[in-house]
Every structure is written in structure tokens, then in C-alpha cells.
């Protein structure tokens, strides 16, 4: 474990109820990490008033008052480094970064996305999933590369599709899939246990498996036979 909490600030756009589970699984004993901030795009991303009431810093770099991507991202990274953060984690971000911000944060810039990658990347993803009729469906959480959705693989979790499911939801119980899987990851984090290698693969020391699995309520950590960072 690292001596110093590793420090990480959470980018949303929204509700934030991943960010929730970020500075949640923080607050586990051994985490070994810490939310120093949130950040958001828009002053009505509604996770903001939750992480303020804990106490969390908090602040908005509003994308509408930038003339551009690159002028928004420029500040978007001032404000971040600010906080001197060793991982930034997208947590619901809904903004497409400029190849020199994920160049600026490399190998420090986690995402997560609700589809099992490299299947379904951009939007909608649960409603592509139905139309295809894959019969699993999923959430990613991966190192952000410049191309959209397609960074080297942290974690995958797994459901399967429903008869009668829509995209609403489909998205609801993966929610609950995303959430323990960047529980875990940031855990990992915490405890300096994940690594890039030099062919841009992801290892985790000490962890068997990557791939979690949500089936009949309960989430499962392949070959662990229960999640160890499960909500
Ligand atoms: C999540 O499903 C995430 O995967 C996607 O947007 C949703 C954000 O939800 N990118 P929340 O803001 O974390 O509640």
C-alpha cells in the first residue's frame, strides 16, 4: 500500500451515483485512496450537492462558457492539477477530451462505460445491445486512450439480457454492476496494485480475475466465487 492516500478527482456530468460508489468504496478501511475532488461540466450535475454535503471539494468548469473543445479542456486539466490527483476517473462524464488533455493525464485517466467493450462504444449502448440481441450485456472500466471507448481493460462485468427488458431496464441493473466494479477498481488503485505494462495491457497485482459477473441479484468475482468490494 502506498504511504500517502492515493488521491484521485472524479469528472461527472450528472447524477453521479458512480462517483458515489467511488468515494464510498475511499471510505473502507485500507482503501488506500481518497476523493480530493469533484469536478463537473455543468452546475446542474445533480452529484455535485451530494459531494459537497460530504465534505468533498467541488467545482464546475461549465464546457458552455468555452469556445472550444481545446480551450475547455485546457482549463479543465488547470483545474485538475490543482489537485495534484494520481488518477482522474470519468465517472459519467459526458464530454468527448481532446487528445492533448488524455495525453496530459496518460495512464492516470480511468473511464467507465456501460457496454462490454470492444462491443457498442459512443451512446445508447443499451439500446444497441437489445437490437443486436447479444444475450450479455455490460460496463467496462478502462484507461482512456485517444480513441473513443477503446483504452487498455481494467475490469469487465457481465449480465444477461432479459426477456422483456428495455433499455431503462437493462441500465438500472447494470448500475448496480458498474458501481461494485469501480468500487473495486478503485480499491486497487488505493492499494497501487494496478499497472500498465509495456504492451499497454492492464495488470492487477494479485488479483486472479478481471471479470465480474452479475446473475440472480448477487455479484461475483470470477474464480473468487463473491466479490470482495461488492456493495
Ligand atoms: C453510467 O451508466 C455510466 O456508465 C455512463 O453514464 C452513467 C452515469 O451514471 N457513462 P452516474 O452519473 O454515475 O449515476
Known amino acids: 500500500m502506498n504511504a500517502q492516500p492515493c488521491r484521485l478527482v472524479v469528472l461527472i456530468s450528472g447524477r453521479g451515483s458512480n462517483m458515489q460508489a467511488i468515494v464510498e468504496a475511499c ?7 481518497q476523493v480530493v475532488a469533484v469536478v463537473a461540466n455543468t452546475a446542474a450535475a445533480a452529484g455535485l450537492d451530494w459531494a459537497q454535503q460530504q465534505g468533498i471539494a467541488t467545482q464546475v468548469v461549465a464546457h458552455r462558457d468555452y469556445a472550444g473543445r481545446e480551450a475547455f479542456d485546457a482549463e479543465l486539466a488547470r483545474v485538475i492539477e490543482g489537485y495534484r490527483p494520481d488518477y482522474v476517473l470519468l465517472a459519467g462524464f459526458m464530454r468527448i477530451l481532446t487528445p492533448a488533455f488524455v495525453a496530459r ?3 492516470r485517466l480511468i473511464n467507465i462505460h456501460p457496454s462490454l467493450l470492444p462491443a457498442f462504444p459512443g451512446l445508447h449502448t443499451h439500446r444497441q445491445a437489445l437490437d443486436t440481441g447479444v444475450q450479455w450485456h455490460g460496463c467496462s472500466i478502462h484507461f482512456v486512450t ?3 471507448d477503446q483504452g ?3 475490469a469487465q ?3 444477461p439480457v432479459m426477456a422483456g427488458d428495455t433499455p431503462e431496464t437493462l441500465a438500472q441493473r447494470l448500475l448496480r454492476l458498474e458501481h461494485v466494479l469501480y468500487a473495486c477498481v ?4 488505493g492499494q497501487g496494485r494496478v499497472q500498465l505494462d509495456d504492451h499497454g495491457c492492464v495488470q492487477v497485482r494479485g488479483v486472479a480475475s478481471r471479470g465480474f459477473v452479475l446473475m440472480d441479484d448477487r455479484v461475483v ?3 473468487e466465487g463473491a466479490a470482495p468490494c461488492a456493495d
Open 146 to 148: 485517444p480513441a473513443l
Open 157 to 159: 462485468g457481465i449480465l
Open 152 to 154: 487498455p481493460i481494467i
Open 221 to 223: 468475482l470470477a474464480g
Open 27 to 33: 471510505r473502507q478501511r485500507d482503501s488506500g485512496a
Open 105 to 107: 493525464f496518460k495512464a
Open 186 to 189: 478503485t480499491h486497487w488503485l
